[in-house]
């Protein structure tokens, strides 16, 4: 099957405008997640928005070897949907942009893992630290998703359709010990920045680090920890 990363990215964001072309170690925060995907040995495909401020996410995207796909701003399920056609994907990783923390090797795991399901998820029953979220379905599924989903909700986040559906659709969680999922990695807010930004300058060296490597740092450091603990995610 053939299978691509799609990335969704936009400028736009109410909490922390302009993130995901944030300097973070001498690169963008958008750079980071696209290399860290791109580690796992898939395609990648940058999904933003027409809009004029997003000409610059094009710009590094296509700078740094991936794909760009233009498509509605605030129906992200659409612009999955013909990112995907686009491509002639097959299978589909759903990523975004504000997760430089991702593990690429996560991604491989989740991939020798998948066994032909429509929707393969490490986000149902959470795990994982907010910030590793990897879903992965069919192009069959996201069609049909694209088709019916009414709800706005299921429009501006892509899968809902499908896990709300399960009668519909063969469903399957990807778990892993220990749990992880008190720890927030996403960059959604000035303290995420803080936090990740510390991270960033302890663990990067122009080479890629993992999530043991960032478990470890975090539990040595309790104090770089606390600086978003308190972060509620956003309600949708």
């Not at 498509?71 to 299978?91: C, I, M, N, P």
Request: net charge neutral.
């Amino acid at each position: 099957m053939k299978t691509v990363a799609i990335i969704q990215a936009r400028m736009g964001s109410t909490r922390l405008p302009g993130k995901v072309l944030k300097d973070l170690g001498g690169k963008t925060v958008l750079v980071h997640v696209i290399e860290r995907v791109k580690s796992a040995g898939v395609d990648v495909v940058v999904a933003t928005t027409d809009k004029p401020e997003d000409a610059a996410i094009e710009k590094e995207a296509l700078k740094n070897g991936a794909k760009v796909f233009h498509g509605s701003e605030d129906d992200v399920l659409s612009r999955y949907y013909f990112a995907a056609k686009e491509t002639e994907a097959e299978l589909i990783i759903r990523i975004t942009s504000d997760c430089p923390l991702y593990d690429g090797e996560l991604l491989k795991d989740m991939l020798e893992y998948y066994k032909g399901e429509d929707y393969l998820s490490n986000t149902i029953e959470r795990r994982f630290p907010r910030g590793l979220d990897t879903e992965i379905f069919t192009f069959k599924a996201l069609e049909k998703s694209h088709l019916n989903a009414k709800d706005k909700f299921q429009r501006e986040h892509v899968t809902p359709y499908i896990y709300q559906n399960p009668e519909l659709f063969k469903i399957r969680q990807y778990k892993r010990q220990p749990n992880l999922s008190t720890m927030r990695w996403t960059l959604d807010t000035e303290e995420d920045w803080q936090m990740i930004s510390a991270v960033y300058k302890a663990l990067y060296h122009g080479k890629t680090f993992s999530t043991v490597d960032v478990v470890n740092y975090l539990e040595a450091h309790p104090e770089v920890a606390k600086l978003n603990a308190h972060i509620e995610q956003k309600k949708s």
